[in-house]
């Protein structure tokens, strides 16, 4: 049996358990088999005991998803599976899911889901399969599947609350914050080690007379609440606690979201209100603005020289230090079967394959984002052959050690990014940090407390 | 006698009557397609919507009935009661403007030029374009500090302006993009009223010594103002509907700054999985068009009589 179920130690919460995670281990030295030898294609498994079966998967549109399709025809060759899979756009896939799910029959078998979202409501509806009996049995899950190669972060986000684990982990997206080495070096300015000093490079920084900016990160409403949750980590604070009490209008909530304000509505370019991810980028990549505070799948796009001036001249930084507690917002995917559909393993066999540790290495090879498998980081072929600089897997490894949920395990997560996104949007405008998160927090109370009464 | 002859004619009627009966019965059964069709579509999801803005229905857990609740809700709810005066407000400039534009560019248009053919269907490419694809293109031109709209604010020494990202003006911004897309299609209409246009009122009026002017006020505008009324009609409907360009460039935003009536309604509905708080918005914003509508096409049929009288 894959002793996947990691029962935390005596003694140890659960912040623990996330510091010591992700990439703790990465740092040893070990070489795994490099891709193209599929490691656990061993003789005595037998892939191909649902041959001839078709399965549909349902993917977001990313580049994960195209490395996964790019590479299906292996599966099928592998277990003579049939996988018909189609990628839809992150908001649509979400309202597919959801309506088909709630309709007690999906198109699809096996899906992505956006833990940072989803997972609570899949939880509580129970729309996907409990996997925890196929990880247990040996003729469903090879023993070189190696569940334990995930990292702890992955494994408790994939966890559901009952002990339930309905979807193996994909993906994990940390924050970073991007700075421009140019600028910095033109001040003499190390890169900040806390707070204050990440308050104090943008004021020094920002120069507007000549077009350079001090700081910038996503001001439009629901874009921009990850921002302020992930300044709060700094407090050793979660948005909602373990008891599902809103910390929203505490003083460290207060605190983070003055920062968030003074940082964006200071030193960020004119317009900031309305900038996503997009914005914040495409100024960053212009060479003018000295520090971007985003999810870390940017440096592809960051190191194009022929969509960048600051190639080779971007640090890729980890989250500073809080007044109390270094973490790095953490975010992610994982892969579920459907609870309502009849090719379960079928479905569960795709999942396997496509969270195993060569398409996982192969995740991190392209850049295409930041695996969910601590091997993957400890394959000297592949961080030999990367298509990124070696500072941003850096940073991948050491925001992995302090990776912690970035935004709360709720069912209404997206009520709560839009009615605290609306509330910092005003903040950039000149409304009062306090006032405005003590608004935001009445108007949402009474929703989480319906959420979980349902 | 008296009695077979008078009672011959009822039968007769009495046959006619059940005929008739039986032929409309039987047009009835060729309309049913028809009318099971409207029922399907039409009648069913919008009774059905009306009875889900009488319940709370979540995604999770049971459905409750709540009466008027839902509505009830509405009326406190500051966002969309804020969101109702930005959909007012984009609606009357989304309309306003591309018709003083699009009668004026029709005027043009009506006239004979050189490449008149060629201008006339550059103009109204825009019309053609995706309003997705439209919207993409126009976020990145209103980007303070990289768009192209603000290059050209200061090639004539312009400051720059914040466009979409500034509270104060994403609505007008928005509309830009509206008047852009959407001009060509009043000009059309507009352009095919003039072109049915009689050419003896104007003969006359030349021989009477009338100018320009007094032309276009007395014999093109009456004339070509029903045209009008249609394209007026189109374009509010339009416009209260408006989604995927605002959706696409601000999502609302800054803030709730941008949010319309529909945004709310989505983010309700499909962001919030609010069931019923989203259909009984929909019920309201159905109400609030066809009342428009109805004026509209009230003031259009008054516009009608004041020309025949």
């Known amino acids: 049996m894959n002793d996947h179920r990691r029962e935390p130690r005596p003694g140890l919460d659960r912040r623990e358990l996330l510091k010591s995670s992700a990439g703790a281990a990465a740092l040893t030295a070990a070489t795994l088999p490099w891709l193209g030898r599929r490691a656990f294609a061993q003789a005595d498994f037998d892939w191909r005991q649902f041959e001839g079966e078709h399965i549909e998967v349902l993917h977001t549109k990313n580049p994960r998803a195209d490395l996964l399709q790019q590479h299906e025809p292996e599966f099928m060759e592998l277990t003579g599976i049939d996988v018909g899979s189609e990628q839809v756009p992150e908001q649509q896939q979400r309202q597919k899911q959801v309506i088909e799910f709630t309709s007690g029959a999906t198109s699809f078998d096996v899906t992505d889901v956006s833990w940072h979202v989803q997972k609570r409501l899949f939880g509580k509806g129970k729309w996907l399969e409990d996997l925890r009996p196929y990880l247990d049995d040996p003729k469903l899950t090879p023993a070189d599947y190696d569940f334990d190669d995930f990292s702890q972060a992955g494994i408790t986000y994939a966890t559901q609350a009952d002990g339930r684990i309905d979807t193996l982990p994909a993906f994990i997206d940390y924050w970073i914050v991007y700075w421009n080495k140019e600028l910095f070096d033109a001040k003499n300015l190390p890169y900040p080690s806390n707070y204050d000093e990440l308050i104090e490079a943008a004021r020094t920084l920002h120069d507007p007379a000549n077009g350079v900016y001090g700081w910038v990160s996503r001001g439009l409403k629901n874009a921009n609440t990850p921002v302020w949750t992930s300044l709060l980590l700094g407090w050793d604070m979660d948005s909602v606690n373990e008891q599902g009490e809103l910390q929203t209008t505490t003083e460290e909530a207060i605190r983070a979201a003055e920062i968030y304000t003074e940082l964006n509505a200071k030193y960020a370019p004119p317009g900031v209100a309305g900038f996503n991810w997009y914005e914040c980028q495409s100024n960053f990549m212009q060479g003018n603005v000295a520090m971007w505070f985003d999810g870390i799948g940017f440096a592809p796009p960051l190191e194009d020289p022929t969509k960048s001036r600051v190639v080779g001249k971007v640090g890729y930084g980890v989250m500073p230090p809080g007044p109390r507690a270094q973490h790095a917002g953490m975010f992610g995917t994982g892969l579920g079967v459907s609870a309502f559909s009849e090719k379960k393993g079928p479905a569960y066999f795709y999942a396997l394959w496509a969270t195993d540790k060569e398409n996982q290495a192969r995740l991190l090879a392209n850049g295409a984002g930041s695996p969910a498998r601590e091997s993957a980081y400890q394959n000297e072929e592949v961080l030999a052959n990367l298509t990124v600089p070696r500072d941003w897997v850096d940073a991948l490894i050491a925001s992995g050690k302090i990776g912690r949920p970035g935004l709360p395990v709720i069912i209404p997560v997206t009520e709560f990014r839009d009615i605290f996104g609306v509330a910092l949007t005003n903040m950039i405008g000149g409304a009062d940090p306090k006032t405005e998160l003590e608004k935001a927090t009445e108007q949402f109370r009474p929703i989480l407390e319906k959420s979980e009464r349902a | ?309």
């Open chain 2, 1 to 309: 006698m008296a009695t077979t002859t008078s009672a011959a004619p009822a039968a007769f009627a009495a046959a006619g009557r059940s005929h008739a009966y039986a032929r409309r019965g039987r047009y009835l059964l060729f309309s049913l397609p028809a009318l099971l069709a409207i029922f399907a579509v039409i009648v069913f999801p919008w009774a059905f919507t009306v009875y889900m803005s009488t319940q709370e229905w979540g995604i999770v857990g049971d459905t409750a009935f709540v009466g008027a609740a839902n509505y009830l809700h509405l009326l406190s709810d500051a966002r969309f009661l804020e969101s109702i005066w930005h959909t007012f407000y984009f609606t009357f400039l989304a309309v306003v403007l591309p018709l003083i534009l699009g009668i004026a560019a029709a005027l043009v248009f009506h006239r004979e030029f050189p490449a008149r053919g060629l201008l006339r269907a550059v103009f109204i490419m825009p019309m053609m374009a995706t309003p997705v694809a439209i919207a993409l293109v126009w976020t990145m031109m209103f980007h303070p500090q990289l768009g192209v709209l603000n290059y050209l604010l200061s090639l004539v020494g312009i400051p720059p302006q914040l466009w979409v990202f500034s509270a104060h003006t994403v609505i007008p911004s928005l509309v830009l993009v509206e008047v852009w897309h959407w001009t060509p299609l009043v000009m059309l209409i507009v352009l095919g009223g003039l072109a049915s246009l009689p050419t003896e009122p104007y003969e006359s009026a030349v021989i009477d010594g009338a100018s320009q002017w007094q032309m276009f006020r007395h014999i093109t505008l009456p004339l070509v103002l029903p045209f009008i009324m249609v394209a007026l009609v189109i374009r509010t409907i339009d416009a209260l509907k408006t989604f995927d360009t605002i959706f696409v460039i601000t999502q609302g935003g800054p803030g709730t700054a941008s949010e319309t009536i529909n945004i709310y309604l989505y983010l309700q509905a499909f962001s919030f999985y609010n069931m019923g708080h989203a259909s009984a918005v929909v019920v309201v914003f159905f109400a609030i068009i066809v009342a428009l509508s109805l004026l509209l096409l009230w003031v259009r049929q008054r516009t009608l009589w004041t020309l025949k009288t």
